[in-house]
């Protein structure tokens, strides 16, 4: 009994050690399919992130494109409407090709970009503190982020033909992992006075003149005797347009008292192109004793506002009949230091200069003003007695210094003299009695 019991025994343990032989290599096998799902769905995962991470770096360097588009075109939109063109050069060349939306557009080019105050500006590394000189905006330039170049392409364009409005645009170019890419930005804006536009010419003086005895002859009073006729032949305008012919006369103040005051006396045109007019007219004019200039100026009052002016080079004399008085004003010296005057693409001095005129019979309280050709017509910039002149008497040195910032102004290019005028106050035995005379040329640029 006891031999069976043991052998039955002996044979139920063998079938379990077989059993478990067979639970424990079924459990190896499912342990390598797991192992094999796993990999293959830690493979898929990795696939999935490197996808995504992908995909994230795509869209950073887009979003980078974007703000670098931002930047630039806002960049743009800071500068004054007038200043606001570029500089073609081999310091800052246009872009190589321009883009289908902008065909047919002209570049607004500034007129001046000789000038040395002239640097190039762009938003992707802006210049440490205030500038002191102008800043033309950059047309192309490159930034890097992140590994990434980006290519900036900007326009300044004429947005119509009567250029009162200007188109902006940047575009944006680079190139990552999946290959080129491009994105853009534009806006507009419009002009705030259409008479300051500096891609239009203004109207243009072919000549002017004055023809008139001298000297002309007025009346104790200073009422005008002797005939003067202006003619101006220009270009630019229309009939309807104007221009006037501008000279000081005495003219009497709600206060009752009488100042020798600017004038302006039309001139008629039949066809736009040939103007005159003859004083005296219907109401005569008062002059006081001495000399004037004869100032032409043009405007195109039926459109865009611009405006050009002239001087002329016959230089008005008057006098009573029974001749000139003695002890007039005169001007025997006016003169611009330096010779050469500095001004940004637009027209705004950039560097200082100083004018000084000597003068004898010119009392303390008179008026000495230099007369400049502008973009907008003729400009008086007032001279101050010197420090040693007092109330009351006579001054005999004039002078002041223009800075940048300190005139508004803007320029014309070239060459050029200012035009002197010395005029005496009306009181007592003065008459408002002028001198005039011409400095020396200076070059603007």
């Known amino acids: 009994m ?28 499912e342990l390598v399919v797991v192992v094999a799902i796993t990999v293959i769905a830690f493979t898929a995962l990795a696939a999935t992130m490197a996808s995504g991470l992908k995909a994230l770096s795509i869209q950073k360097t887009r ?65 440490i503190g205030t500038l002191s000189t102008f800043a033309v905006p950059r047309q192309t330039y490159s930034c890097t982020r992140n ?39 534009q806006s507009s804006l419009r002009s705030p006075n259409a008479a300051s536009v500096i891609g239009i010419a203004p109207p243009q003086f072919v000549s002017v003149s004055v023809t ?18 202006f003619a101006a032949n220009t270009n630019g305008l229309t009939a309807a347009d104007q221009v ?13 008292t009488i100042a020798a005051l600017p004038t302006q006396y039309p001139l008629l045109s039949g066809d736009g192109n040939n103007w005159t007019a003859t004083l005296p007219g219907a109401t005569a004019p008062v002059f006081g004793d001495g000399s004037q200039y004869a100032v032409f100026t043009e405007v195109r009052t039926t459109s ?13 004399r008057f006098c009573p009949s029974g001749g000139c008085p003695s002890g007039l004003p005169t001007v025997s010296a006016a003169t611009v ?9 637009s027209g705004l001095l950039q560097s200082t200069f100083s004018i000084t005129v000597s003068t004898s019979n010119v009392p303390f309280e008179s008026s000495v003003s230099a007369t400049v050709q502008t973009q907008t017509g003729a400009a008086n910039l007032q001279l101050q007695p010197s420090g040693g002149c007092a109330a009351g008497g006579a001054c005999n040195t004039w002078s002041m210094t223009y800075a940048p910032g300190g005139v508004n102004v803007r320029f014309l290019p070239g060459n050029q003299p200012f035009y002197v005028t010395a005029t005496e106050p009306v009181s007592g035995s003065a008459n408002g009695s002028s001198a005039v005379a011409t400095t020396n040329t200076v070059t603007f640029g």
Not at 177 to 185: F, N
Not at 337 to 345: A, E, G, Q, V, Y
């Open 337 to 345: 230091s330096p010779t050469s005057i500095n001004i940004d693409s």
């Open 63 to 127: 979003s980078q494109g974007n703000q670098l588009a931002t930047q630039g075109i806002e960049d743009l939109q800071r500068y004054d409407f007038n200043d606001l063109g570029v500089c073609n050069g081999a310091a800052d060349p246009a872009p190589a090709t321009v883009p289908a939306t902008l065909t047919g557009l002209t570049p607004v080019q500034l007129p001046n970009c000789g000038s040395a105050s002239l640097v190039y500006e762009q938003p992707c590394a802006p210049p």
């Open 212 to 229: 008139a005895p001298s000297p002309a002859l007025i009346a104790s009073d200073g009422t005008l005797q002797s005939p003067i006729s």
């Open 2 to 29: 006891s031999h069976g019991r043991a052998r039955v025994e002996e044979e139920a343990s063998r079938s379990d050690a077989a059993r478990m032989s067979q639970e424990t290599g079924f459990t190896v096998v």
């Open 304 to 316: 865009d506002g611009k405006a050009n002016s002239k001087v002329a080079s016959t230089t008005l």
């Open 147 to 185: 590994a990434v170049t980006y290519s900036v392409s900007r326009f300044i364009m004429w947005a119509d033909a009567a250029h009162s409005g200007k188109r902006l645009a940047v575009f944006v170019n680079w190139s990552d992992q999946v290959g080129g890419h491009q994105i853009s930005q």
């Open 244 to 256: 006037y012919v501008t000279l000081n006369t005495l003219t009497s103040q709600p206060d009752g």
